[in-house]
């Protein structure tokens, strides 16, 4: 009696699934029946289930926020108004799900994917978009190494790893003052971390600081004792901090129980200092913390409006990382707009022709890409927590406050 | 007539040999994916092949924990090896992958009997077995994530080309046939070694280790073999993976998604027997691909769904698809013969 109730149980969870396939299929069906004339489909994978899907959620909302203010402005005029459309698939945070979601995104007809937040993940998607000849653009992923591929369809906006870690060099050089003498970097030990730790490691010497020691660990570690005893016994002047959020909040945690005296913490690219959650999270003890980060021109009203449109629509601040989903999608426009033709040999030549001048980015000049498919004006930007938010503090053209260093 | 039909498809002791039945079932789905290219569209065939390569990869994981009992919850260990011994060898030495593949089985190999030494030297058992194999798969992962020459973090990326010579068959269809022949040549070993004196030793380790000793079975030996062949045949669909995907680093390579990716298989069609992980292959894989599709827009809803069925279908048949199936006819029958 008990097994048949147990079978019922598990036939009606079958058809329910059946039922709703069923209805999946007939929805992209007619969708794709519809073909380029009227509706063009934009691809975005990124890891909406599993620890990084806040960040994924943020960067897709963003990117319909784009679709939706392109279709009422009217659509892709060259192509007769077509209106956009965004078609998600979730990589789980996974390299094999995200390629097989690259390629159902691209047998639904997809005319170019974006993603994915994991560089791992990323190289895996680009390789199945490059096989297919369908255009790829990343929206967050700093690695280096996946665009020396020689890849023809893939693109990236975002500054990579390279680009951080030398304007960090460039610009610490520059802001530090007398008193700080010595710097530790400690920055977790995956694709993020390597990459730009490697670089800054390997210049310190020319910014007149001493690196007393260079300190990696695991992102999903559980305890940060170790490793902030070491900072404790070095006495650094500067802290120099590579990591997600988790861990860095662990990392501030242990130096505040500590209560290690730093004159200066500056993250690279960190997805701790750089989120505004990490400012509710620690209050005053973060105040003045630094971060070389990519970000939103903070001094363009296009921005002002952006942040102000996303927070009445989600209800939510905007991320760093979801300006990446909001700009991806106005390249693709302007990439439709001068192509004329969702074709993914037309779009391809026309992405790589791109120029555009009025984004959101606080870079120096416009978007446009190297014959690698790199953003060439891709630049960080130094934000200062100062009471209590994040203000941009160098380069000045960039500047909304002064740079506050010791005390 | 089903009935009838159930109960030779799923019949086990036929003196070693094939009914008719799964005879028949198995011509059917042979013929089925060998044929799938012309009534299956590209994206599809994905499908089919993480059908092949999950079942394949499962099968080794059966060789060893399902048919010696030594459960591995480390084997992304083997897997990882064979995926990293190919491309980095093709990569930074420009070696043929089909010659790194073979190197591949042999590191794969000589780790195994490393672990397994160790681990049956010092007798460890069940559950603290387990927890071994896990933990020297985490080992693994932590070197390759620290060592330059290893390329660290950044992992491997491999260059696309179209040449079977560098075991990248062009299109699907390659890969497809590709998977089809090890998936087939894997079964029918292991449907072959399950009645000879090995298979035996095998089974008899499983149900009772300390009997079989007291019998003169050379434990040790034989679960060395089975860890060992198993480790091998598992850097062989490493190998696989990394040229269809192309990407390889530490955290893909030897993650426990992949060690668990090797078990759910076998367990949901049922481990221990030659077609299980087969089954439970064409069940598991499936499910979380059409889940994925239709539930895309309900963000999540996909792994809850998929969850709820594996906990459904764990609770519904513990034995596997093929136990379970065994258990109705046997129960039918009992009706019948009462009547």
Redesign the interface.
């Known amino acids: 009696m008990k097994k048949r109730r147990l079978l019922s149980i598990a036939m009606s969870g079958l058809l329910t699934i059946l039922a709703v396939t069923g209805c999946g299929s007939t929805n992209s069906s007619t969708a794709s029946a519809l073909g380029g004339g009227s509706v063009i489909k934009i691809g975005s994978v990124h890891p909406l289930t599993g620890s990084y899907a806040y960040e994924a959620q943020a960067i897709v909302n963003a990117q319909q926020l784009a679709i939706d203010e392109i279709n009422a402005a009217g659509g892709i005029a060259s192509m007769g108004g077509a209106k956009l459309e965004l078609e998600v698939g979730d990589s789980q945070a996974g390299a094999d799900t995200g390629a097989s979601e690259t390629e159902r995104l691209i047998s639904e007809g997809c005319s170019i994917i974006t993603g994915t937040f994991q560089s791992g993940v990323t190289l895996t998607c680009m390789q199945k978009a490059e096989q297919n000849q369908v255009p790829f653009l990343v929206t967050v992923s700093n690695n280096v190494a996946m665009f020396e591929n020689g890849f023809e369809y893939c693109f990236r906006i975002q500054p990579n790893a390279d680009v951080f870690a030398h304007d960090f060099i460039e610009y610490i050089t520059e802001i530090k003052t007398d008193d700080i003498k010595t710097a530790v970097l400690i920055h977790e030990d995956s694709l993020t971390g390597t990459d730009s730790g490697d670089i800054i490691a390997e210049n310190m010497g020319s910014t007149g600081i001493e690196l007393l020691d260079r300190i990696t660990y695991s992102a999903s570690t559980a305890t940060l004792s170790t490793e902030v005893t070491k900072i404790a016994d070095l006495k650094p002047d500067l802290l120099i901090t590579i990591g997600y959020f988790a861990d860095t909040s662990l990392l501030v945690k242990e130096l505040n129980e500590r209560g290690v005296e730093l004159k200066m913490v500056c993250g690279v690219a960190n997805g701790g200092i750089s989120d505004t959650k990490f400012i509710e999270d620690f209050g005053d003890t973060v105040e003045n913390y630094l971060d070389l980060n990519y970000r939103f021109n903070p001094n363009s009203e296009k921005t002002e409006e952006l942040l102000t449109s996303y927070k009445e629509k989600y209800g939510d601040d905007m991320s760093v990382h979801a300006v990446w989903g909001y700009e991806s999608i106005y390249v693709i426009a302007d990439a439709l707009e001068r192509a004329g033709s969702s074709d993914s040999e037309a779009l391809k030549k026309a992405l790589h022709e791109t120029n555009i001048e009025d984004h959101v980015l606080a870079q120096a000049g416009p978007i446009t890409f190297d014959e690698k498919g790199e953003n060439v004006n891709a630049a960080g930007v130094l934000v200062q927590i100062q009471n209590g938010k994040h203000v941009v503090v160098y380069p000045r053209e960039f500047a909304e406050a002064e740079l506050i260093v010791g005390e | 007539m089903i009935s009838d039909f159930l109960k030779r498809a799923t019949n086990s002791t036929n003196n070693g040999r094939l009914t008719v039945q799964q005879i028949v079932i198995i011509c059917v789905l042979s013929l089925a994916v060998l044929l799938s290219p012309l009534y299956v ?4 065939l ?1 499908l089919i092949i ?1 059908i092949l390569t999950s079942a394949y990869f499962a099968q080794c994981w059966n060789l060893m924990s399902g048919y010696t009992g030594q459960f591995s919850f480390g084997h992304a260990a083997f897997y990882g090896l064979g995926a990293y011994t190919s491309s980095i060898l093709f990569v930074d030495l420009g070696i043929n992958p089909w010659i790194g593949l073979v190197l591949g089985m042999i590191v794969a190999g000589l780790v195994a009997a490393g672990i397994g030494y160790l681990s049956f030297h010092y007798n460890l058992k069940g559950d603290y077995f387990a927890l071994a194999t896990m933990a020297f798969c985490e080992i693994l992962r ?1 070197l390759f ?2 060592t330059k020459a290893l390329h ?4 491997v ?1 491999i ?2 080309s179209k040449s079977i010579a560098l075991m990248q068959f062009g299109s699907k269809q390659g890969f497809l046939y590709a998977a089809f022949v090890m998936l087939a040549a894997i079964t029918f070993a292991l449907y072959k070694i399950r009645r000879t004196k090995m298979g035996l030793y095998f089974v008899a380790i499983r149900e009772n280790e300390d009997a079989a000793r007291a019998l003169g079975i050379n434990a040790f030996k034989y679960k060395m073999i089975a860890l060992i062949a198993s480790a091998m045949l598992s850097a062989i669909g490493g190998s696989f ?1 990394a040229q269809y ?3 390889i ?1 530490p ?2 390579a030897f993650s426990n ?1 992949v060690s668990v990716s090797a078990i759910t298989p076998c367990i949901i069609g049922g481990a221990g027997t030659v077609f299980g992980p087969i089954i439970g292959a064409m069940i598991l894989e499936p ?1 979380s ?9 309900y ?2 809803m ?2 809850v ?1 998929y969850g ?2 594996l906990v ?2 764990i ?2 048949m513990p034995k596997g698809v093929i136990g379970l199936t065994k258990e109705l006819v046997n129960k039918y029958d009992k009706k019948k013969a009462e009547e």
């Open positions: 569209s590209n994206y599809r994905n993480a932590v994530k620290n660290a973090s950044s992992g990326s260059p696309y993976y995907y192309l990407y680093d955290t893909i998604t499910i691909e059409i889940t994925n599709a239709a539930l895309s827009n963000i999540g996909n792994m769904v709820l069925i459904i279908v609770m519904v």
